[in-house]
């Protein structure tokens, strides 16, 4: 299984729980997309995960950003998952980030709205946030192998699936 977070906006902890913190445990891959703060909250993700890949947000402190890059491609499953926090121009920029990168999607925060667009020139995926949603769901995304692709789903700490999707296998 594939878990994907972001903005979790704190400065004394990763503030996982309930089914956000087993689908991180349980992950053989975790994605941040971003913003966690402070570094002390980064070590705190990379200490519950098995395989952490993160980027910085617009709101990282530096240690972070020497740490973490701004955007990077994480292969999981046969697909490849452009990363990053936020782009200026939207759906159309974040494609763009993705097709620079090859990549087969992509996944983004900084709304903290839990999104996932399968419309456009590629999927785009935002778990939300986990922490602090400001007026949506508290979410997180999680994804597993099928045979139609990688199949997604939204999900709030209290286990609550409250969208599921599938991102097709990727053309040869």
Known sequence: MLTVVSDTHSTDGHK???????????????IHAGDFMR????????????????????????????????????????????????VRGGATALSLVGRERDADAVIFGHSHKPTVDLDGELP??????????RGNHKAHAEFEPSADGLDGRLVTPEGEVFERFTLPTPES
Do not use: C, M, W
């Open 16 to 30: 996982l729980r309930g089914r956000t913190l087993e689908a991180v445990r349980e992950a053989d891959l975790v």
């Open 39 to 86: 570094a002390s909250v980064l070590d705190a993700f990379e200490n519950e995960a098995r395989t952490f890949r993160g980027v910085y947000g617009n709101n990282d402190d530096s240690e972070i950003r020497d740490r973490l890059p701004k955007v990077r491609t994480v292969e999981y499953e046969g697909f490849r998952l452009a990363v990053t926090h936020t």
């Open 124 to 133: 785009l995926v935002n778990p939300g946030s986990h922490a602090q949603p």
